[in-house]
Nanobody, 122 residues
């Protein structure tokens, strides 16, 4: 069993920045590939970013060049640095553990955090 706790969300003006954190329980965090997803009101949960066990990263086209995913295995934490935020980035952001399959598909993730709200005002 893995427990994930996100933090760092909040309200920010367009053009601003936030850094989300996702703290994981367990002593084998370095063995996990991790992803970030987001869900806006009335929309499906969508892929944002992924980081593999060896540090390889992937991004949705909508955030490429603005968001950066990273991990600190010593702290059992994955981060999402979000710069140049836009109103359309407003959503609840979730981190999750990838267990297999397409990294872009939420069904490939089996443990999820409770989410953290990000709101970007225009």
């Amino acid at each position: 069993q893995v427990q994930l706790v996100e933090s760092g969300g909040g309200l920010v003006q367009a053009g601003g920045s936030l850094r989300l954190s996702c703290a994981a329980s367990g002593r084998t965090f370095s063995n996990y590939a991790m992803g970030w997803f987001r869900q806006a009101p009335g929309k499906e949960r969508e892929f944002v970013s992924f980081i593999g066990r060896s540090g390889g990263t992937y991004y949705a086209d909508s955030v490429k060049g603005r968001f950066t995913i990273s991990r600190d295995n010593a702290k059992n934490t994955v981060y999402l640095q979000m710069n140049t935020l836009k109103p359309e980035d407003t959503a609840v952001y979730y981190c999750a553990v990838h267990y297999g399959g397409s990294l872009y598909n939420r069904l490939s993730y089996n443990y999820w955090g409770q989410g953290t709200q990000v709101s970007v005002s225009s």
